[in-house]
């Protein structure tokens, strides 16, 4: 059995085999980070702005700011304007949502965001992996794999995986 764990590139199943596309429930498929900023807060702090959200993440001894957005709502000149990073300097990440029709595939189970990519809100890839690996350990049999199980895998990861989907699209909603 090999697991790919290997993140959005998907290194051993390929990020070609995603067939599932997101981005209309999960928009922002660009997030523009600030790190080395003075940390002062204590908790996460998340608000949402008319382009996509915005995040402030304290650590220990820097702070790192961001800025979710639709590459077709906004372009990356009005995100660094909005983000406000005091000449800290700001990587740009494309995160496209979407996920695989099928996570285990022959004698390859992909986990985590070589399975799913859930946009940039909550970053919920580990949390997924932690649930599959779960999932895999209570199917897995002692020698080979049944096609039913590997269905029966595809479906719970799936169900998982499209329920952290809604949770997260939640976050884009205009309020009440």
Known sequence: LFVDASGPPALLRGPTVRSLDWT??????????????????????YRRWSM?????WPGRRR???????????????????MLDDAGAPAALAEMPA????????????AIG??????????????????????????????RSMP???LLEYDRLAGM???????????HHLPPA
Do not use: K, Y
């Open 160 to 170: 998982r995986a499209d329920t952290l989907r809604d949770w997260l699209a939640a």
């Open 52 to 56: 996509g959200w915005a995040a402030d």
């Open 98 to 109: 979407g996920r695989q029709q099928c996570f285990w595939s022959d004698n390859c189970l």
């Open 63 to 81: 702070s790192f700011r961001a800025i979710a957005f639709s590459a077709a709502l906004c372009d990356e000149a009005a995100a660094r304007t």
């Open 24 to 45: 209309d429930t999960l928009p922002a498929d660009r997030l523009l980070v600030a790190t080395g900023l003075p940390s002062s807060a204590s908790i996460d702090r």
């Open 147 to 149: 096609e039913r199980l």
């Open 113 to 142: 965001e070589a399975a799913a990519q859930f946009g940039a809100l909550e970053l919920v890839g580990f949390s997924f992996a932690q649930a599959q690996i779960g999932m895999a350990l209570e199917l897995l049999p002692p």
